[in-house]
C-alpha cells in the first residue's frame, strides 16, 4: 500500500511538473504585437506626444482617437488603469512608453509620482554622469543631468548603455502594457552642450570633439542595438533626436520634433524632408515615424495644415501641440477626421522634378481625395486634375468652406486636404438631410454627405442610380444570413415607448431567434438598427441609434456583444435619427451614415 502512494505520488508530482512546463511555453507572451496596427489604409495617420506622469479617465477617452500614442513610462505606475482602458477604447493603438536616453532628472526625491525614475536611478553609478574637465556634472535641460554614454563599472561590469536597455525591457516593455519604447535624445553630436568642453572618458581633460562624438555614438549605438537584442521583433523602437545613419537599422523610425525641425538641417525643409526619405530605407520595418509640429497658438491653423501635408505626403503619423517644453494637449482638428484612405502611389510635384524634395508645390492622391502643399515662401495657383470638394470645417472656415474647386490659391507653405465629390447610388436617404459617415472607429470619412431633388418631399426616403435618375426608396431591411446557413434573420429595432430590445427573428418563420438590450430598460424613446459588415472582419454587425435622444451609436454582434460604441454629436445634443450603412469607397466594408435632425 506504502508503495502504491508512493507511486501515486510521484505520478502526480511529474503531472503538475508538466502543467507547470507547459504554462511556461504555452502562456501569453508579454511582448505586444503590433503588426497589422500600422493601417496604410487609413489617412491621415494620427500620433500624440503626450507626456503628462498621470492621466485621468477622461483624458484616457481622448487619447484613444489618436492612432499612435507616446505616453510617460510613470503612466504605468501612475495610472495604469486609464493606460489600459485606452486599449478598451481603441484596441488597434500603438501606445509607445517615452524614457529619455541619456538624461536623468535630479529632483526627485520628493516627487511620488516618480517611481519608475527613481527606480532607474538607484541602477546609476555615480560615475557615469556626463562631466566637463573639472569633473562638474552637465544638463542639457531644466532640472536634469546628463549621462555619459561610454561610462563603465569595471568592478561590476556594468554601464548606463546595458543597465537602460535591460531596465526598458525588464521594467516597461514585459509589462505587456506598451507597444514599444520612445527613446528621446538620441543624438550623434553632442559637442554643443558646454561648447564642447566634454570629459568623455573621465580623465580629467577634455578631448577633442571628434573623439567625444565618436564614442558618444558608439554608446548610443549600444543602447539601441541591445534593446533590439531584448525586443526582437515584437516591439517597436522609435527615438527622437537625430536622423543619423548608424542608428536608424535598430529604430522603426524616428520623431522629427517642432517641425520643421530647426536642428535637423538647419529647418529647411526640402532637407528635412530627403532625410525622411534617406532613413526609411534604413530602418527596421515596420517603419513608423512621426512628425510632429508646435504652436502655442492652437487656432495656427496654418502652420498645423502645413506640417499636416508634409506627414500625408510622406506616410508619417502627425502630432501637433503647444511648444518642445509642453507636449500634453489633446488638440482636435476638422482634418483629422477626414477619412482620406489609402495613398494612390507617392507623393509628386506638380511644377517640375520631384527627386530630393525641392522646394515647389506638392501633390499626393488617395483613395478618397488628395492632399496639396505649397512648400514656396510666396502665394501659388494649384489647377486641379477634376472638381474637388474642400472640408466643411467648424475651425477655419475660409479655408475650410466645403466649397466645390477646379483649382486652389495656396499661401505661402500652406497645405489644404480636398476631397472627391462623394456619391452613393442605390442607397435610399431622407432627401435634403445631412449625413455624417463614420468607419466603425466612430473616425468621420465624411461630415456632411446629401442629395436632395425637388421632384419630391422634404425628408421624404429617396435614392439615385449611378444615371443620375432619382427615384423613391423604402428604409433597407435589417436581413441578413448571420449564421451563413441559408436561413435568413431579421433584425428589429424598438418602437417609441418600448423597452429599447433588439429582436432577431428568423426571417421565413418569424420566429424570436435572439433579444438583447441596446440601452438601459429606462430609455423608451426607440431604437433604430442597421446591418451588415461594417470592420471588415467578414461577419455582418447589428448598428443602433436612438429614434430619438442623445446621439449614442453601438456596434453589436450578432449575439448582443457590444464591440464599439461612441457618440457623434456632442452628449449634450437631443434630436431624431436616421441610420444608413453603404459602402461609399468600395472596398466592400460599410461605412455607417447617420443624419440628426
Not at 423597452?499 to 438583447?516: C, D, M, T
Not at 455582418?540 to 449614442?552: F, K, L, M, Q, R
Amino acid at each position: 500500500m506504502k508503495k502504491l502512494l508512493k507511486n501515486i505520488k510521484r505520478k502526480n508530482s511529474l503531472f503538475l511538473l508538466v502543467i507547470i512546463i507547459s504554462a511556461f511555453f504555452f502562456l501569453p507572451s508579454p511582448a505586444s504585437a503590433f503588426f497589422g496596427k500600422v493601417k496604410e489604409d487609413k489617412n491621415p495617420k494620427l500620433a500624440n506626444y503626450f507626456l503628462k506622469w498621470e492621466i485621468s479617465e477622461e483624458e484616457a477617452k481622448e487619447l484613444a482617437r489618436w492612432d499612435l500614442l507616446v505616453l510617460d513610462m510613470e503612466v504605468q505606475e501612475n495610472s495604469r488603469d486609464n493606460l489600459k482602458k485606452i486599449r478598451e477604447h481603441n484596441p488597434d493603438i500603438i501606445i509607445l512608453a517615452y524614457i529619455s536616453s541619456s538624461e536623468m532628472r535630479y529632483d526627485i526625491a520628493g516627487m511620488k509620482n516618480a517611481k519608475m525614475r527613481k527606480k532607474l536611478l538607484a541602477k546609476i553609478n555615480g560615475n557615469w554622469w556626463l562631466t566637463n574637465n573639472q569633473g562638474w556634472r552637465l544638463s542639457a535641460w531644466p532640472n536634469t543631468y546628463m549621462l555619459n554614454m561610454v561610462s563603465e563599472d569595471p568592478a561590476k561590469g556594468a554601464s548606463w548603455n546595458a543597465i537602460l536597455p535591460n531596465f526598458v525591457y525588464r521594467e516597461i516593455l514585459s509589462t505587456g502594457l506598451w507597444d514599444g519604447v520612445f527613446y528621446d535624445n538620441i543624438w550623434h553630436d553632442i559637442t554643443w552642450l558646454n561648447e564642447g568642453n566634454i570629459d568623455i572618458d573621465r580623465d580629467g581633460a577634455a578631448e577633442t570633439k571628434e573623439e567625444i562624438n565618436e564614442k558618444w555614438i558608439a554608446g548610443v549605438k549600444k543602447i539601441l542595438s541591445l534593446t533590439r537584442d531584448f525586443a526582437g521583433n515584437d516591439f517597436i523602437i522609435m527615438g527622437n533626436g537625430s536622423s543619423y545613419g548608424g542608428y536608424q537599422p535598430y529604430l522603426n523610425g524616428i520623431m522629427f520634433e517642432n517641425f520643421p525641425t530647426p536642428w535637423e538641417s538647419g529647418g529647411v525643409w526640402s532637407d528635412i524632408m530627403q532625410s525622411y526619405a534617406r532613413i526609411k530605407e534604413l530602418n527596421f520595418k515596420p517603419n513608423i515615424h512621426i512628425i510632429n509640429s508646435n504652436s502655442q497658438k492652437r487656432d495656427n491653423y496654418l502652420k498645423m495644415r502645413s506640417a499636416l501635408a508634409s506627414a500625408l505626403l510622406t506616410d508619417a503619423y502627425f502630432s501637433f501641440d503647444y511648444d518642445i517644453s509642453n507636449h500634453s494637449q489633446t488638440w482636435w482638428y476638422d482634418e483629422y477626421g477626414v477619412g482620406l484612405g489609402a495613398a494612390k502611389g507617392e507623393a509628386v510635384r506638380i511644377d517640375g522634378p520631384s527627386a530630393d524634395y525641392p522646394q515647389g508645390l506638392w501633390s499626393r492622391g488617395f483613395q478618397n481625395g488628395a492632399v496639396y502643399l505649397n512648400s514656396y515662401f510666396e502665394e501659388a495657383r494649384v489647377g486641379l486634375p477634376y472638381q474637388m470638394e474642400k472640408i466643411n470645417g467648424e475651425q477655419d472656415k475660409v479655408v475650410n468652406d466645403g466649397g466645390l474647386v477646379s483649382y486652389l490659391i495656396l499661401g505661402p507653405t500652406d497645405g489644404i486636404i480636398l476631397r472627391d465629390i462623394l456619391k452613393i447610388y442605390g442607397v435610399g436617404l431622407l432627401n435634403g438631410k445631412s449625413y455624417k459617415v463614420f468607419d466603425s472607429h466612430g473616425r468621420i470619412a465624411y461630415d456632411d454627405y446629401s442629395f436632395k431633388s425637388d421632384s419630391y418631399l422634404a425628408g421624404e426616403r429617396i435614392k439615385e442610380n449611378s444615371q443620375g435618375e432619382v427615384s423613391k426608396a423604402q428604409a433597407e431591411a435589417s436581413t441578413v444570413d448571420f449564421k451563413n446557413d441559408g436561413a435568413i434573420e431579421r433584425v428589429a429595432g424598438a418602437a417609441f415607448g418600448q423597452k429599447s430590445l433588439i429582436n432577431i427573428f428568423n426571417n421565413k418563420a418569424n420566429k424570436l431567434v435572439g433579444i438583447f438590450s441596446a440601452y438601459p430598460a429606462k430609455f423608451v424613446c426607440g431604437v433604430k438598427t442597421a446591418v451588415g459588415d461594417v470592420d471588415g472582419d467578414g461577419e455582418a454587425e447589428i448598428v443602433t441609434v436612438p429614434a430619438y435622444g442623445g446621439a449614442h451609436l453601438k456596434i453589436f454582434t450578432p449575439y448582443g456583444g457590444l464591440k464599439k460604441e461612441f457618440f457623434f454629436r456632442d452628449k449634450s445634443f437631443r434630436g431624431k435619427y436616421d441610420l444608413v450603412l453603404a459602402d461609399t469607397n468600395g472596398d466592400k466594408v460599410k461605412e455607417i451614415l447617420v443624419a440628426s435632425y
